[in-house]
């Protein structure tokens, strides 16, 4: 099945930091989505973004479909973006989402 | 707008008991996807239905896994004899159905189910 990396693991920040995370893909996807996963598990949709740029607010991400990649900026950091972010992805016509094994933001104030 | 909904939230039942859990979807999503989480990893795809047909499963579900939508609008999960191994996450997603696959999925909260 297609792997999916995300680095770094671990990330710890100063409040008021800007950041950036990756998702690197093994193969060619239809769907890339972002999620923030909370203290109560629920994942939150940040972003769907099978290729190209997209903003809200202090986030950011871009997809580079052709190179199997996708990064995610975080900017001005608050003690709120804290949490675990995931990236996952699906390949053509396989209808489920393969996850990463996620990136775990602190921010410290 | 009511985002895709879950219940319980929360199951503690001891080894051997048989547990079953709800997901309703977006109204209007005819796609629907159970997942589970462990601790410390990312969600992993159990099965997913279209309308009321399950139409893939994953080598994760087990025989004493099985999950029904049975007139295309909510789901069941139901896990019989539990063990241990089975406490994680459980998370339902749903989307809507397009001409191809690469549709955005929404999930529920979730039902962490703990077997003692």
């Known amino acids: 099945g297609i792997q999916v990396e995300q680095s770094p693991p671990d990330l710890i920040l100063q409040e008021g930091a800007n950041s950036t995370l990756r998702c690197n893909f093994s193969?060619?996807?239809?769907?890339l989505q972002w999620f923030h996963q909370n203290p109560w598990g629920q994942l939150i949709n940040l972003f769907y973004i099978p290729s190209g740029t997209k903003q809200n607010g202090r986030l950011s991400a871009t997809t580079v479909a052709t190179e199997r990649y996708s990064l995610l900026y975080i900017s001005s950091s608050q003690t709120t973006d804290s949490g675990v972010y995931f990236c996952a992805v699906e390949l053509a016509n396989d209808y489920k989402l393969s996850f990463g094994a996620g990136t775990t933001v602190t921010v410290r104030a | 707008d009511t985002g895709v909904s879950q219940d319980p939230r929360h199951k503690i039942t001891k080894r051997g008991q048989n547990v079953t859990f709800r997901c309703d979807p977006i109204s209007e999503h005819n796609r629907l996807y159970w997942y589970r989480q462990t601790l410390g990893q990312g969600p992993e795809f159990l099965t997913y239905?279209?309308?009321?047909?399950?139409?893939?499963k994953s080598r994760l579900l087990s025989d004493r896994f099985s999950a029904e939508r049975p007139k295309g609008s909510f789901s069941t999960l139901e896990i019989q004899r539990t063990e241990q191994g089975d406490s994680a996450m459980y998370l339902c997603a749903s989307s809507r159905a397009g001409l191809t696959s690469g549709i955005e999925q929404f999930f529920g909260p979730g039902t962490r189910l703990t077997v003692l």
């Open positions: 193969d060619s996807v239809n769907n």
């Open positions: 239905f279209q309308n009321e047909a399950q139409l893939e």
